[in-house]
């Protein structure tokens, strides 16, 4: 009797899902959806209205599906949220290309969330000029995360007396800035050092060089850079290599000083030994932060030369820049030449002391017997 009761209500249960899934929620797409750009060098504003019925769907949560891209990236950058707006990074000398969708999901889905179509838009800034007359070239470092130096050359069409300009955006900065440190050549700007960014680490770095000349519209360049990817150190300093009696060499050194994290820092270490004439070839060894290495002397070489350098290591960059090396080389004297240098001093004092001998025997000939020794003077 149980038994039947509980097939049917479980029967039930099966009917009333079946049912329910029968029936769909749809919901709209977003309306209104604008791109604008604030003048930041790459962020661009996108906002849209939630979908017109959207208040049927009270007892249901409402997110958006905003996904973006530059024209020919081949993947969409996705964000979820609940607001009706989004500020994300572009190429601004690419067409930015932007979608969303409303994602319903609650009761009134019975827990299905339910998609609305898309909605596009784009945006271009207003491209002037040739796109031969951008600056070449353009490359920057971020010397011991202190200051970072960039470096361009003027465009293939840039006319006489052109003038170049870098400006830079982070968040956290009100509005673009201006270089105001330029590098020149003949009087044109080829580059830039900005200071004082430890606040746009780890962070998009917008920068354009555009220009302006006389009668001639010029080509702006747009990159977003990040800092810890751009890092170069200064070499390792105080290098200190002793040997051991075991014929070790032990390496040490110090961090490179300025802002670099010590933490944030691999090391290659490459030791040449001099075989007699022959060119001596580096043999490589790495270290991942220690700042001391031990290698075996395989080749008892006399002159041998250790350089080491630096990097910022994968913890806290995808790549980076070696620092210059930092180079000591020492001389070691060989087996033979150490048992040459005891000889040396047991030869010169046994042969001193024969030379005395004979001397002191040459005096007492010559002294008349029975006066003393000492008085002997001249001997
Ligand atoms: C460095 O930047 C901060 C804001 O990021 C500012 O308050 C400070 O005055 C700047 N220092 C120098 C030396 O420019
Ligand atoms: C270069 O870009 C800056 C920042 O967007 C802008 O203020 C300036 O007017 C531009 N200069 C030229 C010559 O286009
Ligand atoms: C020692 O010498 C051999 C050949 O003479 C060379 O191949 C090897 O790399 C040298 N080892 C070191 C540590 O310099």
Redesign the pocket.
Known sequence: MALGWLYALSMALVWGCVASSSYHTTVAPPQDLQITDPGLLGSLDIEWKPPPNVQMFNECTVKYKFEYRNTGDRDWKVIFTRKLKCRVGFDLSKTAEVKVQTLLEGQCTDNVEVQSDWIYATFQVPLQGKLESEVQNFHCIYHDWEYLKCTWQPGLLAPHGVHYGLYYWYE??GHAAQCDDYIQDHGINIGCML??L??AEYKDLSICVNGSAAATLLRPLYVTLRLHNLAKPSPPKQLVVSMSASEELHVAWSPPGGETPPQCLEYEVQLAEDQGEAKAAWVSMSTQMETTLTISRANQSRISCVRVRGRTNIFCADQGFWSEWTQECFSVSRKEDKQLFILIPVILSLSSSLIIFMLIGQCKKRSPAGKPLHESVGC
């Open positions: 956290g900065l200071q004082n430890s606040q």
